[in-house]
């Protein structure tokens, strides 16, 4: 008779003890990251509780207005907007089939938040990483309060990281199909339909494509599959008479970008842009992209009016002549240029440097010690969300305050990631190393996405701290993967050998 605990006796227990024999076992085997995840569990309900039921930000009402606005079949879509583009919207339109209650989305957006991290764990163990390295990656975007704090918000950058790090996930499994890679391409695309900085991350994932050796079959798939829906999107917005772009406001936010740097001597202005040169320029922290665009007292307020009031033709003339505006100034004084984006792109870097387009677009990173009702829309909570008054702040909020103090994105890690991930692609250069650095085409695709996600925010738009959370799980990852790749070398290029060798020949035997 076999030993009670042998493979036959628990096969003789039935299906249900095999079952609980083996979730005992990962339990066993992956301990580390159970316990980050149990911690990490914790603290989101602590922030659902603190923070209930939601809490909103200026942008969360724009995308309440877009939710909703048509009907198929009895289900709510979502329309275009001239400053967002639609897949938040639709977002909220799914959960809506559930509940329009607010608390709802805070939830899902918290699980989303854990899907993250419990992927970020799996795709470094799928390239190598022990175990614990693993685990304590996972813990960075795990346990980030910035990211807890985000989620707890009816923002789109939960969503847009999560679809990030999922279509990622498939397309690096190198023994993926068709159908894998199929599902990351839409998934890439419906992060650019999120936020439309996710278009910078097509090029790479194509050439990561390429890199990676998978073939013109594979490659033409990818293509296909991000194309295919990006096209159907642009389709449609144009089909609603908007144009083949995701949104009509690219024009809006690369004036506020180079507002400040813009000098009218420098190249020659239409009389359309004449009245962009006039009146005083702002000076010192009112010099930024947000007083440009959104204050009723900046050139292009005063002469097209408040962009959140424009009609569709107002909007399409606007846009195209701050775009034609912006692009003038860039090519007239590339160096000014460069330098404000390049000292912005740094800013994500330094630990306890904040956003400078005003304190309140800290706010979602941020767990407040009081509501914000400046943040508070009362008509439309009660239409899209079924809340009727301001959030309130309950007592976790004050450990939550103390936690984020210590534990928030480490600005500091990040810069080394990006830095290793460079390094690993500029050795990559030569045909002699690649042998060497075999996650090459992994940290191009994981820090590649990561950092210029980063610089074309500063080089369209602005600095906000907020936009480095969605991009934290990838730096983690490729950063991690090109430290395997550099250790690895080190041990294999680096005389260690040779001195070992020294040792033995000098030794008396």
């Not at 400078?356 to 899209?384: C, H, M, W």
Request: net charge positive; glycine share 8%; hydrophobic share 50%.
């Amino acid at each position: 008779m076999p030993p009670p605990g042998s493979s036959s006796s628990a096969a003789a227990l039935g299906p249900s003890h095999r079952w609980g024999a083996s979730f005992r076992q990962v339990l066993h085997e992956h301990a580390g990251l159970v316990a980050i995840l149990a911690a990490a569990v914790l603290l989101r309900v602590a922030a659902l509780i603190a923070y209930r039921p939601a809490l909103f930000f200026s942008d969360s009402w724009r995308y309440a207005s877009v939710a909703r606005t048509h009907t198929v079949a009895g289900i709510f879509i979502p329309g275009f907007d001239t400053l967002r583009p639609s897949g938040y919207p639709a977002v909220l339109d799914v959960l809506a089939i559930v509940t329009r209650h607010a608390v709802l989305i805070a939830v899902v957006q918290h699980v989303a938040g854990l899907v993250i991290g419990v992927l970020v764990y799996a795709l470094l163990r799928r390239l190598g990483a022990s175990r614990t390295i693993a685990a304590v990656a996972s813990a960075v975007v795990l346990l980030d309060s910035y990211a807890i704090a985000l989620e707890q918000y009816v923002l789109s950058e939960t969503f847009f990281a999560l679809c990030l790090v999922v279509s990622f996930f498939l397309i690096t499994n190198r023994r993926a199909g068709a159908g894998a890679i199929v599902a990351s391409g839409i998934l890439l695309a419906c992060a650019a339909s999120l936020r439309t900085v996710g278009i910078v991350a097509v090029p790479v994932w194509l050439a990561y494509v390429l890199v990676a050796g998978r073939g013109r079959r594979q490659f033409g798939i990818a293509l296909a599959a991000v194309a295919v829906p990006l096209a159907l999107y642009v389709g449609a917005h144009a089909a609603a008479g908007r144009g083949f772009q995701l949104t009509e406001s690219s024009g809006w936010f690369l004036y506020g970008r180079v507002g400040q740097i813009a000098d009218c001597s420098q190249f020659k202005v239409t009389p359309d842009e004449r009245p962009l040169c006039r009146g005083t320029r702002p000076t010192g922290q009112k010099a930024t992209p947000r007083w440009f665009i959104w204050d009723l007292g900046s050139p292009a307020n005063r002469e097209f009016g408040a962009v959140t009031g424009l009609s569709r033709p107002e909007m399409r003339r606007s846009n195209r002549i701050l775009r034609d505006f912006a692009l003038k100034t860039i090519v007239s004084r590339p160096g000014a240029y460069a330098r404000m984006v390049g000292s912005e792109f740094v800013r994500f870097f330094e630990p306890g440097k904040m956003s400078t387009v005003g304190p309140e677009s800290n706010f979602p990173i941020t767990f407040l010690d009081q509501p914000q009702p400046s943040q508070f829309n009362r008509k439309l909570a009660d239409r899209y969300f079924a809340v009727s008054s301001p959030p309130t702040v309950h007592a976790p909020a004050g450990f939550l305050r103390s936690y984020q103090r210590f534990l928030h994105t480490p600005r500091w890690l990040m810069a080394a990631f990006g830095i290793a991930g460079l390094l690993v692609l500029l050795l990559a250069i030569p045909r002699s190393l690649r042998a060497h650095l075999p996650r090459r085409a992994e940290v191009l695709l994981l820090v590649g996405t990561g950092l210029l996600f980063l610089l074309a925010t500063v080089a369209t738009a602005s600095f906000s701290v907020r936009y480095l959370v969605p991009a934290a799980p990838l730096l983690v990852s490729g950063g991690v993967a090109a430290l395997l790749d550099l250790s690895a070398l080190a041990r294999q290029r680096w005389p260690f050998r040779t001195l070992a060798h020294a040792r033995q020949a000098m030794s008396p035997s």
